[in-house]
């Protein structure tokens, strides 16, 4: 039973039985983020869902804000409230409802979080991905991960989407990582590589899906950039990130990719463009982004994301069929 300040379900209500490790006051270093989730709690979660569920599901997806419906067109859904997992934590956010959903979708086993962690909300980078490391315990070997971004690449317009081929960590160039401390080989590697993480022959498929859909002038493949957040990015700073080769913001999926490439999963994952990021000084209010309005367009796009996800996990569960 977890009785520590890392859990979100302190009396470990599923019953988990391994505890976590804490920060005690008699520490003099801080215990490291990535032990208050040693593996054998990540397979115990993992055990919870496996059995809970029935299944094994082999896609994995991440729903961004207001891209909740990707997890409602789940077939047969088990769902799993965040907080009756164990050890789990909770969602903090509107538009993020807090649910894990397994079932299927276009034939293949699939679960997907309806709600994820933020960096923002004051969890650390390890915990905001944790669940990553449950789904890949899960037997998850692909990650689709969605998120609502901003758009700074001037020739992207409200709405489209873009195909993320490759990220700049900006809280890693600050020092932070979900990698951070001791590392467990069982997950993966102490150095692991981050070229080629965005698996290309997924991106090339979703790009062909996109002309089939009819929409291939809203698909783009482009740079992607993580802030903290909460707050919105100021005109230096988007300006500096648009030199620095980034074509959207956001303040999530980055640490997911991260953890997912260190345990060797396949990644696809996409940027909703919520809103256009300004980079030029102007008084204009609609240059100032809000979360009602990203949630807004993420309402109106979710059918386009919906078919791009489904006709993606089609083509790859027909592949391994
Ligand atoms: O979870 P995602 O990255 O989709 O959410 C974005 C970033 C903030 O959480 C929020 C800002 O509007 O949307």
Redesign the pocket.
């Known amino acids: 039973m977890c009785n520590t300040d890392c859990c979100s379900n302190p009396k470990g209500k599923a019953g988990t039985k391994t505890a976590i490790n804490s920060t005690n006051s008699s520490d003099i270093i801080p215990t490291p983020e990535s032990l208050l989730y040693p593996y054998e709690v990540i397979e115990e979660i993992a055990d919870f869902i496996t059995k809970g569920s029935g299944m094994r599901p082999k896609i994995g997806i991440i729903c961004?804000?207001?891209?909740g419906s990707l997890a409602d067109i789940i077939q047969d859904p088990k769902i799993f409230e965040y907080e009756k997992i164990p050890n789990f934590p909770v969602s903090t956010?509107e538009?993020?409802a807090g649910r894990l959903v397994v079932g299927t979708l276009e034939g293949a086993t699939v679960m997907a979080m309806q709600g994820?962690f933020?960096f923002?909300e004051g969890y650390p980078l390890a915990k905001c991905s944790m669940p990553v490391r449950v789904m890949k315990l899960c037997g998850v070997e692909y990650l689709f991960a969605?998120?609502?971004?901003g758009g700074i690449n001037p020739r992207f317009a409200v709405g489209d989407i873009m195909l993320m081929h490759d990220h700049v960590n900006m809280l890693g160039f600050a020092g932070n990582s979900p990698l951070q401390g001791p590392n467990d080989p069982r997950f993966g590697p102490r150095f692991p590589a981050l070229v080629n993480s965005y698996n290309k022959d997924l991106i090339n498929k979703a790009i062909e899906i996109g002309k089939a859909m009819g929409i291939e002038s809203n698909i783009h493949v482009g740079v992607y950039s993580c802030l903290g957040?909460?707050n919105?990015e100021t005109i230096a700073e988007l300006k500096a990130l648009r030199m620095m080769g980034v074509d959207a913001v956001?303040?999530?999926?980055v640490h997911e990719v991260i953890t997912a490439r260190h345990c060797d999963m396949k990644v696809f994952a996409f940027s909703l463009i919520?809103n256009k990021c300004a980079t030029e000084y102007s008084d204009k209010k609609d240059d100032e982004?809000?979360?009602d309005e990203?949630?807004a367009v993420a309402k109106n796009r979710q059918k386009a994301c919906c078919e791009l996800v489904s006709r993606l996990i089609r083509e790859i569960h027909m592949a391994s069929a």
């Not at 961004?64 to 891209?67: D, M, P």
């Not at 969605?146 to 971004?149: D, F, G, S, V």
Request: aromatic letters at 8%.
């Open positions: 961004g804000s207001g891209l956010v538009g993020h994820r933020h923002y969605t998120n609502a971004a957040g909460p919105y956001g303040m999530s999926t919520t982004a809000n979360h990203v949630m």
